[in-house]
């Protein structure tokens, strides 16, 4: 399965760190990629580092 396939709603956004920086630095963006999860407008879960779809399926699956 992936992210499209679960009945919950999501919303996702991709941010480029050149071109904002300040909102890099404001969530402590260090290394690309960068996947951060929020919950209610606060960050949940981290995710730094390349993974496979495998991995990110597993690593996400409480948040799914």
Not at 11 to 38: C, G, H, K, Q, Y
Request: hydrophobic share 40%.
């Amino acid at each position: 399965r992936d992210l499209h396939s679960f009945p919950t709603r999501r919303s996702s956004d991709l941010v480029n760190v050149d071109e904002a920086p300040d909102l890099a630095r404001r969530f402590e963006v260090m290394s690309i990629p960068t996947l951060i999860l929020f919950d209610g407008g606060v960050p949940a879960k981290r995710m730094v580092g390349a993974k496979g779809k495998p991995q990110l399926l597993e690593e996400l699956a409480d948040y799914l």
